[in-house]
């Protein structure tokens, strides 16, 4: 095997639903398996793991062809329409949702799947963790990426690590306009804040190391909703972090999740709920259709192999964040049909609330006397 770079893929889509949205039968990880495994044997992929996080399908994939590589990305695809046959016999829920167009193009970006790939030269040892979530959005990174690559009170690496101590830089994707801008981190703290604060718009893209240029971090950030037109299922992201030696200790990359925080998305992509980290087995969120559930697959990666996964989050140090979850959970659920549990009307917009709004159009009159809000300048 050469000493080249190696390029590790994870591409993820919803095919069908078992009960519901709650978990996919093991019948869809075995066709996955058997389409992985013969172009592994071809020599396409160097190794992979099939997995799974609520009702999501998980390709973690190996190999040599670089990030957006045809073969690769159409492997993925195709692997999808064959468990989407299985789901169709077996009447799984939402057999299909995921994917939104009939023909691949070339990639798999814009098609529907979530795709989160880095090129990197392995290190003398590379850790690196592998998160996957159910019912949430690509926003729901924002919060923990930030706290691993740029607060020191959570990463420790930031003040007392020289390879470190140069900061990272944040690439942030505005999605409503497709546009990005990198921003260097602790000098442009604030900046980054700004933007990254309003998780629906803007999404960290990837994370660079300033001192040499290494990527550390890569999400998912397909908007679903974007690209269909219209709610066809919350977006369900993953994301890739490299760890130790120049980037955050394992600990420090985990510990974000230790805070149950919020996140958009829950039942039918319209609330606010908390995003609780779980065991494997525990990724079947039920209640409510959750709360969201974030499972963490460690491997250490060898020669293009992948040695694991871990369960990261089967640690009874986890258990406070998620007796958190819980209670955070109770206390949105009241709140019924009322914000902040449902979203603001602005991010309903691509869920089934427009249908219920232009059945009632015509009903609404014009009040005697205009608003005195309707016709104000901006400052």
Known sequence: MSDGKITLSVIKADVGGYVG????PDELMET???HLGQAAKRGLLIDFRVMRCGDDLEFIMTHRKGTEAEAVHKLAWDTFLACTDVAKKMKLYGAGQDLLSDAFSGNIKGMGPGVAEMEFTERKSE???VFMADKTSPGAWNLPLFKMFGDPFNTAG????????DGFQFEVLDIHENKKITLACPSEMYEILAFIGTTGRYMIKAIYRTKDGEIGAVPSTQKLSLIAG???GKDDPVLVVRCQSGFPAVGEVLEPFAFPHLVEGWMRGSHHGPLMPTSFAQATPSRFDGPPRVIAAGFQIAEGRLIGPRDMFDDLAFDEARRQANVIA??????GPFQPHRLPMEDMEYTTMPKIMKRLEARFVQEAEPSPFAHTEKV
């Open 230 to 232: 219209a709610y066809v």
């Open 158 to 165: 930031l003040v007392i690590d020289p390879n470190m101590c």
């Open 127 to 129: 850790p690196v963790i």
């Open 32 to 34: 996955a398996r058997e």
């Open 330 to 335: 109770d206390y949105m659920r009241r709140h």
């Open 21 to 24: 949205h709650s978990s996919l």
